[in-house]
């Protein structure tokens, strides 16, 4: 079956850094997306790896190593508004999104 | 970038009811639109899958003659929710693959903003 693993909450403090990790295991792979939804929102995209390596964007970068069905999304200077859950979706052989489960992420002051 | 919206954002309905939700591509022209339930605390369930001018493609578990699907036009997409009961309340998000330029890509979901739907 298709599969995809992430933390289900994290804590962080304001102003750090903190790692989001997924692994996934896909018929195929197509694309690996990572998205942020606040509570009672739509998620919103953040970012789209499709080659291993890094991406960085600001401050969010998405790392991915399709070798070992693996990829994080680092925050940095975290901001309270970044308390939000963090969506991790790969794209398999029939172009289809495979949702995890999110990952909370809580930030304190 | 693209933008995609829906409407009603909230609806409370008594059960036995039914609730159409419309999904709009409002800056691009969108082939395939995918409907999307969440429940509390829990990822995305991809529902179906709408095409324009053809039928839609149900997941399995998902009853196709309660959630019935509408893709009539290249920006609208219509979730019918035909006798809705309390175990429907839920919030249904629609999405579309977009891109500048008028025609869809598979680079990227666009997500509508949400419905809410209670059913009493």
């Known amino acids: 079956g298709q599969n995809i693993d992430q933390p289900t909450e994290m804590t962080a403090t304001e102003g750090a850094i903190v790692q989001i990790n997924c692994t996934y295991q896909?018929?195929?792979?197509?694309?690996l997306f990572w998205y942020q939804q606040h509570a009672g929102e739509a998620p919103t995209f953040l970012s789209y790896?499709?080659l291993d390596g890094l991406e960085e964007k600001g401050r969010f970068s998405s790392f991915l190593s399709r070798s070992k069905g693996y990829s994080y999304l680092l925050l940095k200077e975290l901001q309270m508004k970044d308390s939000a859950s963090y969506l991790c979706?790969?794209?398999?052989?029939?172009?289809?999104?495979?949702w995890g489960a999110g990952t909370k992420l809580i930030i304190k002051p | 970038g693209a933008v995609v919206s829906q409407h009603p954002s909230r609806v409370i309905c008594k059960s036995g009811t039914s609730v159409k939700i419309e999904c709009r591509s409002l800056d691009f022209q969108a082939t395939t639109m995918f409907w999307y339930r969440q429940f509390p605390k829990q990822s995305l369930m991809l529902m179906a899958t709408?095409?324009?001018?053809?039928?839609?493609?149900?997941e399995q578990g998902v009853e196709k003659d309660k959630f019935l699907i509408n893709h009539a036009s290249l920006t609208l997409s219509t979730l019918t929710v035909t006798s809705a009961h309390p175990e429907d309340s839920s919030f249904y998000i629609c999405?579309?693959?977009?891109?500048?330029?008028?025609?869809?890509?598979?680079?990227?979901?666009?997500f509508g903003p949400g419905t809410r739907l209670t059913v009493l």
């Open positions: 790896n499709v």
């Open positions: 709408s095409n324009e001018g053809s039928k839609a493609t149900y």
């Open positions: 999405s579309a693959p977009g891109t500048s330029g008028g025609y869809s890509s598979y680079n990227e979901q666009f």
């Open positions: 979706a790969v794209r398999d052989s029939n172009y289809q999104l495979i």
């Open positions: 896909t018929s195929g792979f197509n694309g």
